[in-house]
Every structure is written in C-alpha cells, then in structure tokens.
C-alpha cells in the first residue's frame, strides 16, 4: 500500500486545514487508518484512527473535539479535519494503514506510512 498525504500548509492560530491522505496498490476497504503527528524534537504521537468501515473512530484526548477523521473508500481516501488550530498544534502530520480494519493507536501496529505533510500554526 503507498500512502501521499497531502494538505498542510501555514495557517494563523484558530484556522482550519483538511488533510488528505490517498491510498494505493493494496485493499484500502478492509484496513484501519491511522494520523500521527510529531512536532520538532518530539517524539511521534497518535492523533486518530478510523476503522475500515468508518464506523468506528477514536481520537487523542488533545484533538477531541477539534479534529475528525473520516475515510471515503469509493476515493481510497481518508481525510483529518483539523479545527481551531493553535501553535501547539504545528508538526508533520501522518498517515498510516494497518493491516487489520480495525481501530489501532500505536504507530507500532501500521504497516504503511505515507510521507507526512507539514502543518505550520501560527499564533
């Protein structure tokens, strides 16, 4: 499976960005999403996760209620909407695919990762 994200870009504290993140070359129905974020000299954090139905979802306690991750399998896409930005927020975002359609939180349990995409909040 090849992943491109793409979707990042600069944008001021409280704006919103949607990121994409197209999958290739295996089964994108029957697999679980993934994002991940890591900032400077940080370590890589989990952000969300979708099922490969879409019906299942979950999120980092620090996005709840900002971000949503969705999927459209006709598109072999999954999407994470990001709400009120803050600085804190600024990293290379990624996405994953594992190799079960379930829900996973630990980048561990991906097999597939695309190239990240850079999100820039300033304040």
Do not use: H
């Not at 993140?21 to 969300?48: D, I, L, N, Y």
């Amino acid at each position: 499976v090849q992943l491109q994200a793409s979707g990042g870009g600069l944008v001021q504290a409280g704006d919103s960005l949607r990121l994409s993140c197209a999958a290739s070359g295996g089964t994108f129905t029957t697999t679980g999403m993934g994002w991940f974020r890591q900032a400077p000299g940080k370590e890589r954090e989990f952000v969300a996760t979708i099922s490969s139905s879409g019906r299942i979802t979950y999120y980092a306690e620090f996005v709840k209620g900002r971000f949503t991750i969705s999927r459209d399998n006709a598109k072999n896409t999954a999407y994470l909407q990001t709400n009120s930005l803050n600085p804190e927020d600024t990293a290379i975002y990624y996405c994953a695919a594992s190799n079960v359609p379930g829900t996973r939180i630990n980048a561990y349990e991906y097999a597939y990762w695309g190239q990240g995409t850079l999100v820039t909040v300033s304040s």
